[in-house]
C-alpha cells in the first residue's frame, strides 16, 4: 500500500517572467546607467578643464621645488612647494590626533559601548558629522586664540580638522569593526583570551583593511578645507617649518590668494594649485586602495 510519502515530490519552478515585467526592468536599468552618465558628465568637464588649464604649470619642474618667494604677481615663475608642505604637515598633525581618538571612540561604541555614554558619544559624533567647516574654524578661533591667547597658526587649523576628520574615522571604524565576525570573538573567548585582548589581536587586526582605507580618505577630504585656513593661518609666499608660530601657506589658502590677482600669471597658478591638490588627493585615493588590497591579502 502506497502512501503519500512514497510519491515523488517536483521540484519547485520558476514562474515565467511576463512581457510587462522585462519592460520594467529595462526600463529602470535604462533610467539608472541614463543617470550615471548625466553625472559623469560634470565630473569629467571639470577635470578636463582643470587639467587644460593647469598642465603648464604643474609641468615644471621648479612649480614642485620652489615657492613663491621674491615672485612678482605678474611673473610665470616660483613653484608650490611652500604650499605642499603646508597642506601635508597640517593634515598630518591633524591625522596624528584624530586616528588615535576616532579608533578608540569605535571600539567603544562597537565592543563596550552601552547606557548613556555610548548614546552621548553616538550623539556627539553625529553633530560634528554635520558640522561645516567655517564652524569648527571658527570654534578653535574662539578658543585657541581668543581665549587661550595662542597665535594664529598652522597648528589652530590642524585642530579644526581634527573636528572634521573625527567623525568621518569614528564611522568608518566603527563600521569595519562590525563586519567582523561575531564567531571569531567567541572563539577567543572559548580559549581564555580577555576581551581586551581579543580587540588588539583578533578583531581590530581583521578591520585594519577598512579601517586604514577610511582613515586615508579622511585625510584626503580635510586637504582641501578653504575655511580654517582662511580664518586661522595668514599666507606666507616662502616656506615656514615652525607650525606654532607665523603663517604658512597651503594649496586652498595659494587659490584663494591668487584669485584677488587679475594677471594672466596668478590666474594661471589657481589652476596649478587646483590640479596639484587633485593630484595629492587621487594619490592618497590610490594608496588606500592598494593598502586595502595588500592586507587583505595578507591576512
Known sequence: MTTTLDKPVKAPTFRHVSTARRIKNNIATGVVWACFFIALVPLLWVLYTVIQKGFSMVADIDWWTKSQNNVLPDQYAGGVYHAIYGTIVQSAIA?????????????????????????VTTFMVDILAGVPSIVAALFIFALWIATFGFPQSAFAVSLALVLLMLPVVVRSTEEMLKL???ELREASYALGVPKWKTIVRIVVPTAAPGMISGILLSVARVMGETAPVLVLVGYSKSINFDVFNNNMASLPLLMYQELS??????????????????????LLYLAAAAVNKLLTRNR
Open 180 to 182: 567582523v565576525p561575531d
Open 261 to 282: 590677482n587679475p594677471r594672466a600669471a596668478g590666474q594661471a597658478r589657481v589652476w596649478g594649485a587646483a590640479l596639484t591638490l587633485i593630484l595629492i588627493i587621487a
Open 95 to 119: 591625522a596624528v590626533i584624530a586616528v588615535p581618538l576616532g579608533i578608540m571612540a569605535a571600539v567603544y561604541l562597537v565592543e563596550y559601548g552601552r547606557g548613556w555614554l555610548a548614546k
